[in-house]
């Protein structure tokens, strides 16, 4: 069974506005960390952004800040990313991820840059962005 299963890319223009979606079940849904990644066509992965649900802390990279906004909603096991103001170098597919090692509001945010060896991936959405 799939634990991890993002929805919502698609294409925009530049400028418009996307909410990503990752439904969680199973063990990822008992995990307190969680984020998204990208990866651009010919690119490394990066980190969008993390949250860590016990203390309901978010960090983000540097380039989506004040743009993009990850959410958790415990209800129905959701994470969400909020894109607005997007632009032409969002392009990429989009995974979301949980984390299941290194507990910690630190480690959670240092999974950014570095996600841990157990770090669960979803399938990715693609979104791309018209220039």
């Known amino acids: 069974q799939a634990q991890q299963v993002e929805s919502g890319g698609g294409s925009v223009q530049v400028g418009g506005s996307l909410r990503l979606s990752c439904a969680l079940s199973g063990a990822a849904s008992a995990r307190s960390c969680m984020g998204w990644f990208r990866q651009a066509a010919g690119k490394q992965r990066e980190g969008v952004a993390t949250?860590?649900?016990?203390?309901?802390?978010?960090n983000y990279r540097d380039s989506v800040k004040g743009r993009f906004t990850i959410s958790h909603d415990t209800i129905t096991n959701t994470i969400y990313l909020q894109m607005d103001d997007l632009k032409a170098e969002d392009t990429a597919m989009y995974y979301c991820?949980?984390?299941?090692?290194?507990?910690?509001?630190?480690?959670?945010?240092?999974?950014?840059?570095?996600?841990?060896?157990?770090?669960?991936w979803g399938q990715g959405t693609q979104v791309t962005v018209a220039t």
């Open positions: 991820a949980t984390v299941g090692s290194l507990p910690g509001r630190t480690n959670c945010a240092n999974a950014l840059l570095n996600p841990p060896q157990k770090t669960y």
């Open positions: 949250y860590y649900s016990i203390t309901h802390s978010a």
